[in-house]
């Protein structure tokens, strides 16, 4: 019993040990107030910028998924927006090559997954070589069922697993 106790300060004492907090400093704004800046944040700020033309910068700035409804392929207007976007980014960072993978819930059999996650990615190629990108720097995947986002047998896994999504190569 003494042990258990002994053993519970120890880990206790290492945790706390463990824990730092973010260093401040303290800045003058002009006009005799003082603000404070989180360093930690400043630095992680500075550690991982957004490189353009990055698959970073086309998740957060562009959208790099495109969904589809239980056995389709054919673009819904979200779709069509996002990959407008995907375009117009896309002719801003000429020297970015992708590839669309087409991806299913886990419904059907394999090779029926595979053919339509193949539908699905030549779909949104098809769509953003009709807005102006080369169909040269597009490639085409397809993952079926194979690698879901979303773990689960439910309508909202199976609603996330069903896309396109864009990667940067």
């Known amino acids: 019993m003494r042990f258990k106790i002994l053993g519970i300060l120890a880990a206790v004492t290492l945790i706390s040990a463990c824990e730092t907090a ?58 069509r927006a996002t990959l407008e976007k995907q375009a117009a980014w896309m002719k801003q960072n000429s020297g970015v090559m992708v590839t669309l993978e087409g991806h299913c819930d886990e419904r059907g059999t394999r090779e029926y997954n595979l053919a339509l996650g193949a539908r699905r990615a030549n779909s949104a190629k098809d769509y953003l070589v009709s807005l102006g990108v080369s169909a040269s720097r597009i490639n085409v995947s397809s993952y079926g069922e194979e690698r879901p986002v979303a773990m689960g047998s439910n309508d909202a896994a199976y609603a996330q697993n069903r896309r396109a999504e864009t990667v940067v190569r």
């Open 22 to 79: 973010p260093e401040e400093d303290m800045a003058s704004t002009g006009d005799g107030a003082t603000t404070a800046s989180t360093t930690a944040a400043a630095t992680t700020a500075m550690v991982d910028p957004i490189t353009p033309g990055s698959q970073r910068d086309l998740m957060v700035n562009v959208g790099d998924r495109v969904y589809f409804d239980y056995d389709r392929f054919d673009l819904n207007d979200i779709s």
